[in-house]
């Protein structure tokens, strides 16, 4: 038996009502789609999402549910993604996965912080994220990154580095951008967002 089910909470950066789980974001739909990307500085005033074109469950992770959205729109702007990732911290129906509820919140914080201009990472464009905290309940939305097309590598599975023909470059590519996120921050590049989240 899982945590007892609530579909929706406020967020505590944004002050949204989001949904906790796949089909209460189906259910919210486009309206609740154009509230958060509004508020969350991605869509314009004038723009809004017109129809989620096709929703389909994301199988992999290890904790909260997820799910990839196609979405239309109507006056955005281009380069607005279509293909989204959304990740949410939840696992209402497995008390073992939603344990770590609370593991997001990190996500949801840096996900703020690569929006900034000199964030100094390419990282999947952030749409929406927001966390409650006295829940452990949040939602990440994210553009979807297009593993394995041109020059972005397929997706690896987790903790298998032994099967990689070089695994040392995967370890230097993680590095380097581990110093360019310090040597941003160090330089204050970063400040105030950084210290305020």
Known sequence: MG????????????????????QALLDAGPAFLTRAFRAYGT????????????????????????LFLTLDYAGAPPGTPHHL???????????????????????????DLSRAPAFPVKVARAMFADCHHASGSGVLITE??????????PIRAKCRDHELADPARY????VRALAR?????????????LEQL
């Open 3 to 22: 945590t007892a089910l609530r579909d929706h909470e406020t967020g505590a950066a944004t002050g949204i009502v989001f949904p906790t789980h796949p």
């Open 85 to 111: 990732f959304v990740k949410f911290s939840r696992q209402f129906d497995d008390p073992f996965r939603d344990r770590r509820a609370r593991e997001l919140e990190g996500e949801v914080r840096l996900a």
């Open 144 to 153: 979807r990154i297009g593993f394995g097309q041109g020059n972005v590598e």
């Open 43 to 66: 869509l314009p005033a004038g723009a809004q999402v017109r129809a989620i074109r096709d929703a389909a469950d994301c199988p992999a992770g290890n904790s909260g549910k997820k």
């Open 171 to 174: 370890y230097r590519a993680t």
């Open 181 to 193: 996120l310090a040597g941003a921050q160090k330089a204050g590049r970063l400040s105030p967002r």
